[in-house]
């Protein structure tokens, strides 16, 4: 899977089941802070990520990720291993 299916996988389901704003949606936006994103949202996103490419997130491995290009790398690196 490429870099750019996986941020148009992942954007989509941000603004489609998480009811993020589009134009909030930049790789340098922090999942917290830039995007509002909560615990609850975090829990939704583990199971919409295992739905859609095929993994469990470990919250250990998620402990660095803050942006939303960090989130990216971490998806990429998973599906492409």
Avoid: H, W
Avoid at 25 to 35: D, V
Avoid at 53 to 78: C, H, N, R, W
């Amino acid at each position: 899977m490429t870099r750019q299916e996986v941020e148009e996988k992942v954007n989509n389901f941000l603004v489609e089941d998480l009811e993020i704003d589009e134009e909030k949606i930049a790789p340098e936006a922090e999942l917290k802070a830039g995007l509002g994103i909560d615990s609850l949202d975090f829990v939704d996103i583990v199971v919409i990520v295992e739905k859609n490419f095929g993994f469990k997130i470990k919250p250990e491995e998620m402990a660095g990720v803050q942006t939303l290009s960090q989130f990216y790398d971490y998806i990429e690196s998973k599906v492409n291993c």
